[in-house]
C-alpha cells in the first residue's frame, strides 16, 4: 500500500544526510532554459489502481512510480546510452514496460514506434535501466521521451501508472571535458555534472557507486535539489498527492532514513 513519509520525517532531510556524511558539500542540480514539449511528459501521480502480479496475486491498492528526473525542464545528457531511473512505491515485484520515443515537433507528438522497448520487472525503491549499447542511441539535436508503464492490465492500457520524462543529448564543452578530465573522484564529477545542468550523467555516476556512502547522500542531495527545483514551478495550491516535488521530498526523506537504518 503506497504510504506518505510524515512530515515530520521530510522535514529531517537535511539532518539526516548530516549523519551520513558531515563533511561533503553537495553542488545543487542548475537546469537548463530549454521549454519541454508537453507531450514528452507526463504521469499518473496521484491515481489509485489496483495491481496484482501473476506469481502471488497479490493485490496492490497503489501502485505507482515517480521518475528522477527533470519534468518542468529539459533533461540533458553527454551519454549517447544514457541511464534512467524513477522510483518504485509498489512493495512486491510488478512488470513494467520502457519504452524510448523520439519526438516529432511537426506533429508535436512521439514517434508511434518506439526506438527502443523492453520489458522489465519493478522493484520496491529506486530503479534504473541504461540503453543498451546495442540499441540506436541518443542523436544531437533531436528530442526524446522515455516512458515507463506499470503493465498490471493487460486488457485495459488506461488503468496502468506510467511516467514519461523528456531528454536530449547535449555536447560537452572543451572547458567541461578539461575540468572532468582532471577530477579524481566520483562525487567531483556529480557535482560537475549537476552544476552543468546535466542531470542524467550526474544520477548515473550516483547510481554506479549506490553502496558508497558518500555518494548515496550526494544522489539524495542531487533529488532534494530537483524537488526544489520543481516545486518552483508548481502552483502553490497543487494538492500534495500530484505534486512531484513532495513525492521526491518523501523519497529523500525514506532513502536517507533507510540509509541510517537499512531495510
Request: aromatic letters at 8%; hydrophobic letters at 35%.
Amino acid at each position: 500500500m503506497f504510504k506518505y513519509i510524515s512530515n515530520k520525517i521530510a522535514a529531517g532531510v537535511a539532518s539526516c544526510l548530516t549523519l551520513i556524511i558531515p563533511t561533503v558539500a553537495f553542488a545543487a542540480y542548475m537546469p537548463p532554459s530549454d521549454q519541454v514539449p508537453p507531450r514528452t511528459r507526463g504521469s499518473t501521480a496521484g491515481r489509485r489502481a489496483p495491481c496484482s502480479t501473476p506469481s502471488s496475486g497479490e493485490i496492490q491498492e497503489r501502485s505507482g512510480m515517480i521518475a528522477l528526473a527533470p519534468v518542468s525542464y529539459m533533461g540533458k545528457t553527454a551519454s549517447t546510452h544514457p541511464t534512467f531511473a524513477w522510483f518504485a512505491y509498489d512493495t512486491v515485484p510488478i512488470p513494467v514496460q520502457f519504452s524510448l520515443y523520439e519526438y516529432d515537433a511537426a506533429r508535436n507528438n512521439f514517434n508511434p514506434q518506439p526506438l527502443v522497448q523492453e520489458k522489465l520487472v519493478n522493484s520496491t525503491g529506486i530503479n534504473s535501466y541504461k540503453l543498451p549499447k546495442t540499441s540506436q542511441g541518443l542523436s544531437k539535436g533531436k528530442t526524446y521521451a522515455w516512458q515507463v508503464v506499470l503493465t498490471c492490465d493487460v486488457q485495459s492500457n488506461s488503468r496502468n501508472s506510467w511516467i514519461r520524462n523528456p531528454i536530449q543529448l547535449t555536447e560537452m564543452s572543451s572547458q567541461l571535458k578539461q575540468k572532468l578530465s582532471v577530477m579524481n573522484t566520483p562525487s567531483q564529477k556529480l557535482n560537475l555534472y549537476a552544476e552543468s545542468g546535466l542531470w542524467y550523467d550526474a544520477l548515473d555516476v550516483a547510481l554506479k557507486h549506490d553502496r558508497n556512502p558518500r555518494l548515496k547522500s550526494a544522489m539524495l542531495a542531487l533529488i532534494s535539489g530537483l524537488a526544489k527545483v520543481e516545486k518552483a514551478r508548481e502552483p502553490k495550491e497543487l494538492p500534495k498527492d500530484v505534486s512531484i516535488s513532495y513525492s521526491l521530498e518523501q523519497i529523500v526523506a525514506s532513502e536517507a532514513r533507510s540509509a541510517i537504518t537499512p531495510r
